[in-house]
Structures are given as C-alpha cells and as structure tokens.
C-alpha cells in the first residue's frame, strides 16, 4: 500500500476509534483537491468553499460505511460527486449558472492561480475565461462533464474514473473522447462568447 | 472581424496575412487537443501567432483564456482560500461527538450531558444478575464488579472550553479536589467513573476551572443548595 494510501486509512481507523481530531488529517489533506474538483464542476461563485465543507461533513457521517478494504480516495470522490450533483441541482433553480457574471474582485480573494497575471485587464480576461470554460462545461452532458473534470482536469486515472463513476473503463475513455469533441466544437463556434 | 484576403502560405514564420479569427480558432483548438493529449507537466506553448492575434482580437482573446482553463490540470488547480481547511476542521469538532462512531453502547445525545449508571452497561455485559448481588464476592471481583452495595456511576460533562473539571458531591465532603474529570483525548467531552453506595440519595454539581459551578443539566432532580445555586440529585 503506498504510504499516503496508509496514512488515510490510520487516520480513518483513529477517528473511528474516538479521535476527532484524527479527521482533520483528512480536512488538510483533501480539501486542495475536493476544492479543486468542486469549483470545476459548479463554477466559479461562493457555494463552492460551502460545497466543500458539506462534502467533509457527509465524508465524517459516513465513515462509518467507510470499508478499508476499499481505497480511501475512491470513496472519498463517489461521496464528493454525489453531494456536488445535488448541490447543482439546487443552484440551477435559480438560472443556469455561466451566466451569472464572475466579479474579478471575487476571485482576487482567492489565492491566484498559477499563470494568472497581475495586470488587472489580464485578471479581468481570466474571470471571462474562467465563465466561459463553467460555460462551455455546463453545455456537456453530466457523465461527459464529469468524466472530463475527473480525468482530464483533475488527473484521476481511468480506472479510478471508473470506479467513481461505476462505469466501464472503455466507457471512460469514449466519454472524455467526446466531450474533448464538443469542448472543441464549443471554442469554435461562431457568436458563442 | 473576417478580412477575406486569399490565404498564403501557413507554416510558422512564413504567414503573409493577418490570421482570420475562423483559422485562429481552429488552430486555438489544435493546441488544445495536443495540451489534452500531452501527458501532464509536459509543456505545450502557446504558439506565438495564436497570442498575437489574441493581444488585438477580444473575443478571440476570451476564447484563449477559456482554453487555457480547459487545458489546465492539476498543475493550474483553482485553489481554496487560505484556511479554508482550518474552518472546516473545526466546524466538524462541532458536530454531536457520536456521530462518526462505530463503538456501539456509546453515550447517546440524551445523556450526553448526565450519567451513565454503569448498572445498564453492566446488564447487558455480564446479565442482570448483577444487579442483584447474585455473584460471591470472589466472582465479583473477577468480573471486575464493584463491591456489593456500591454500583460505578459514570459521570460525563461537555465542556469543550474547559481546562479542568472537578465533580463535588457529598460523598467527597464538596473538595473540588477530590475527583477530577478527565477529557483524555481532547474533545471536550469530561468524564469520571464513580463507585457510589446504593439505597442513597445523592447530591452534587460540577465545578469548571475552580471557579463556575453547573448543575448537571440532565439530572432528574434538581435542588436548591441553600447558597442560591442548584445541586444535582442522584439516587440509586
């Protein structure tokens, strides 16, 4: 078992056994990723730091039917994935979500990422990229969606892709071919942005 | 912005005409499709003629930056606020303790707060008879009972802000000294196991830090203590 693998597993075991503070390993550890994964998913927009302390806590309730002879990471995304479908659910009521203007001051607040420039124009045409690719993401279907954010934007292999998702591996790798297509499609669309 | 000019030749250097946006976008997704396919870490540059036209076309400058998003991996993750993991961590100390837990016979919300009379835990480990003194002493002992006549009692008090925590009941004479609970792992949570004689009435409160005194919240009975607080009632 790799180490990090050992690691989760230990701080399951302890916190299950009464150590709370045990799970705040977890917390630590995951939340870059769970983050990662739901800003990608949802889009830019302040629900997207309180999916991912809903996530933690159904990841805390649910520890219980944690198996460890399961792998820790799998789990912890099948839980992410399902709370983040919901948490679509009940945002799009209130209109799809591209649409909604990203305040470039918003994403000043967070730490910038990697790439994004300092010259506020510069900032304000990675806020626009950043609605347009929730954009182009919200015209996929779900499974298409998914598979992309997991495997093409958040590095899961295929088989954990598969996992996560409960589909076959060749399945994942036709659904990422596609979507790549009409991601592609999307950019060169004429009158999109 | 489609300048219908014949396109010359295209290989790099070699373009004679300022790039259409219909072609800029079709080499944009080019790139893309060799960023997506390009295992991660391995660089792609943005080819120049694709930032060029970029720097002086808006709209096909929004279609780079949502390309640039698309192609970005785990190396260009959005990245969570600082102490992002810090609140959340936390918040979850916060959730009723027994919620993750799989030990069953756990302390249950409804007396999370008050005591335990080991006698239950105790029935459903060794039987009701010892309830009932049927066990010699001999046995007792070895079943780790208490002496007949005294039943454990578990004392518990959720006191996260606490630094000490004193039980002061009359068996101890009111010595705030005397029988300290204990929070061993750090979760607020306060304990005390406490033999007690049976067929008697008890009366006791908690002292916090040496100098607030709580009833326990969870007592059947409560009363008055004669200095305009509150003692709890135990009896057993």
């Known amino acids: 078992m790799k180490p990090q693998a050992a690691d989760d597993r230990e701080a399951v075991r302890q916190t299950l056994?009464?150590?709370?503070?045990?799970f705040r390993f977890i917390v630590e550890r995951y939340t870059p990723l769970l983050y990662s994964l739901a800003a990608r998913l949802l889009g830019p927009?302040?629900?997207?730091?309180?999916?991912?302390?809903?996530?933690?806590?159904?990841?805390?309730?649910?520890?219980?039917?944690?198996?460890p002879a399961r792998s820790f990471h799998p789990w912890m995304y099948t839980i992410a994935l399902n709370h983040l479908r919901s948490a679509r659910r009940r945002s799009r009521?209130?209109?799809?979500r591209g649409a909604t203007p990203v305040d470039p001051l918003l994403l000043d607040a967070r730490a910038a990422p990697e790439g994004a420039r300092e010259d506020p124009a510069q900032r304000a045409a990675d806020a626009e990229g950043e609605r347009l690719a929730a954009r182009a993401l919200e015209g996929l279907p779900a499974r298409y969606r998914e598979v992309f954010v997991l495997r093409q934007m958040e590095g899961l292999s295929v088989a954990e892709v598969a996992a996560v998702l409960s589909m076959p591996e060749g399945t994942v790798k036709?659904?990422?071919?596609?979507?790549?297509q009409r991601l592609a499609e999307r950019l060169t669309r004429e009158g999109w942005t | 912005m489609k300048p219908s000019a014949p396109r010359g030749v295209y290989g790099g250097m070699e373009a004679e005409e300022p790039m259409t946006c219909t072609r800029w976008r079709s080499e944009l997704v080019s790139w893309l499709q060799s960023r997506w396919e390009t295992a991660e870490g391995a660089a792609t540059a943005l080819p120049r003629?694709?930032?060029e036209h970029a720097a002086h076309c808006a709209s096909c400058a929004q279609r780079l930056a949502a390309a640039q998003v698309l192609a970005a991996g785990t190396s260009?993750?959005?990245?969570?606020?600082?102490?992002?993991?810090?609140?959340?961590?936390?918040r979850l100390l916060e959730l009723p303790r027994e919620v993750a837990f799989r030990r069953?016979?756990?302390?249950?919300?409804?007396?999370?707060?008050g005591l335990l009379p080991v006698a239950a835990a105790l029935a459903a480990a060794v039987g009701t008879a010892a309830l009932f003194g049927a066990f010699t002493p001999?046995?007792?002992?070895?079943?780790?009972?208490?002496?007949?006549?005294?039943?454990i009692v578990r004392f518990v008090l959720e006191a996260p802000q606490a630094r000490q925590v004193a039980l002061v009941g009359d068996w101890n004479q009111w010595d705030p000294r005397a029988q300290p609970l204990s929070d061993a792992d750090g979760d607020g949570v306060w304990e005390a196991q406490i033999p007690l004689r049976r067929g008697q009435e008890h009366q006791y409160q908690f002292l916090i830090d040496g100098t607030v005194w709580v009833p326990d919240p969870h007592a059947a009975l409560q009363v008055e203590d004669g200095l305009g607080g509150v003692n709890s009632v135990l009896q057993i």
């Open chain 1, 45 to 67: 927009g302040p629900e997207v730091e309180d999916a991912v302390q809903e996530i933690f806590e159904r990841l805390y309730r649910n520890l219980r039917r944690y198996d």
């Open chain 2, 49 to 51: 003629e694709l930032a």
């Open chain 2, 76 to 90: 260009r993750r959005p990245l969570p606020p600082p102490g992002l993991a810090e609140r959340i961590g936390r």
């Open chain 1, 93 to 96: 009521r209130g209109g799809p």
């Open chain 2, 104 to 113: 069953s016979g756990w302390v249950r919300p409804a007396v999370r707060w």
């Open chain 1, 17 to 22: 056994e009464g150590d709370r503070q045990a």
């Open chain 1, 174 to 180: 036709t659904l990422l071919h596609r979507a790549r």
């Open chain 2, 138 to 151: 001999r046995e007792r002992a070895m079943a780790g009972l208490p002496a007949a006549g005294t039943v």
